[in-house]
């Protein structure tokens, strides 16, 4: 039998057996590189409404009035006879006063042209002179100005008044402006 084949050894081998038991799992690999964005969800539901508080309105008080002619005499204040402005009406035409009804910081001011006449004017609060200023035009033109800054409570009053003697007062053409407006109120906000 030596020519004789074993049928075993004489077939190829591709037939697979049953597959075996799993082995452990392997180490982690590296991470690989960062992925492209998602694709934006949906926009979500919208939220309750938030808290709404009404809020007062800021106080307002501005004027602004002119006057051409001759001043009153010392101690008096000036009565202005032209408005420019006096929206809020704290302003007294007839008596030349501002009276605070907006308690803050305010910004006063005046503007006095002259031509061959001397002035002396002093700002006052509450009869109290706040600021003084004094200019003298004897054959050409003059000009002052001057401001302030005054913290008021309600009922306080401001006004512009002359401070020379009513024979000085009387000379010469001067045309003046007075104005005032509130910069900030006292508020609780």
């Not at 061959?116 to 100005?145: P, T």
Request: proline share 10%; glycine share 14%.
């Amino acid at each position: 039998m030596a020519g004789a084949k074993s049928q075993e050894t004489s077939t190829p081998c591709d037939s697979q057996g049953y597959p075996g038991i799993p082995g452990l799992p392997g180490l982690r690999g590296v991470p690989g590189p960062r992925g492209y964005p998602g694709v934006p969800g949906p926009p979500g539901m919208p939220g309750p409404p938030g808290h709404i508080r009404m809020c007062s309105l800021s106080p307002k008080s501005a004027f602004a009035v002119k006057l051409n002619g001759t001043l009153p005499g010392p101690s008096q204040p000036i009565v202005f006879k032209n408005i420019i402005h006096n929206q809020q009406n704290h302003f007294n035409l007839t008596t030349g006063v501002f009276t605070c009804i907006n308690p803050g910081v305010y910004h006063f001011g005046f503007d006095i042209e002259l031509f061959q006449h001397a002035v002396k004017l002093g700002l006052m609060k509450n009869g109290i002179k706040v600021l003084e200023k004094e200019a003298r035009a004897k054959n050409s033109y003059g000009h002052v100005s001057e401001t302030a800054i005054l913290h008021l409570v309600v009922g306080d009053k401001v006004w512009l008044e002359s401070k020379l003697d009513t024979e000085e007062a009387e000379k010469g053409l001067i045309e003046s402006m007075f104005f005032g407006y509130l910069l900030y109120g006292n508020y609780n906000g």
